[in-house]
């Protein structure tokens, strides 16, 4: 008997028959979050930034987001019986002081550009994780009309130089209308030359103010994402038939989501 090469075979059996754990196996088990989104806001009217979040997908009970020197900026662990059920999308937008307590050159030194991670861990345990990119570059501001007048300044009908206009008597056409926004914000961001930019969509927001029969303040809001190529949008009558008084907004939002937001105001003539 050949003792030393029962051994060998015996060894060998053990290593064919062990598991074999590769780096490409680990990568199999991690998912991708469905969408994975951190861009900012621009107020240009206000003059406001603000750095948001959507991010959406299986089922977690934490979530981690790291910027791209892996720093962690935000985590959040589910507790209790909402841990047993978990989460599957979160929207978040952080706090917009004005230009005067946070000038954007700050703002964006605080969340530099690059690519940000988004990790999560599902409730059977696999790990979520996906890249997102964040850019400085902000869209110009769009230059809405609303029946061809120009936006109003001042929708504050309690200040100094409240200027809302009024764009047509009650039951005629109402067209919120703006130029394509082509170029990048001339004066904040990254670049400042204003090259040019692609747009992903548009959105209009309009609100109607007014007193319910039981006296109540209600706000009616209609909301509309439009593709790239379209500039205008007329209002539904049965939206004007609301109220007399409208404040409405005009973002434009660029490829990586970041958006530049206008908003203004106007009045329909009810004696008209």
Known sequence: MNTPNLCLYASMAALLAAPITTVADDEEDELSFDEAHLFFELNNTDGDLGIHALIDGDAWKSLRIKDFDGREILKIRVRGRLRRQGLTEIFFESAEPLFAELPPAMFFERFPAGTYDIVGRTLEGDKLTSETEITHAMPAPPSPTVNGMAAAIQCDDEAPGYDAPTVANVGEEVIIAWEA?????SSLGYPQASPDISIHNYEVVVEAEFELADGEEFTSVLSVILPPGVT?????????????????????????????????????????
């Not at 209002?235 to 007399?244: N, V």
């Open 181 to 185: 926004v082509t170029l990048t914000h």
């Open 232 to 272: 205008e949008i007329t209002i539904p009558q049965e939206f004007l038939a609301q109220s007399d008084s409208f404040k409405y907004e005009v973002l434009a939002r660029e490829e990586s989501r970041n958006q530049t937001a206008i908003e203004s105001c106007f009045l329909l003539d009810a004696d008209g």
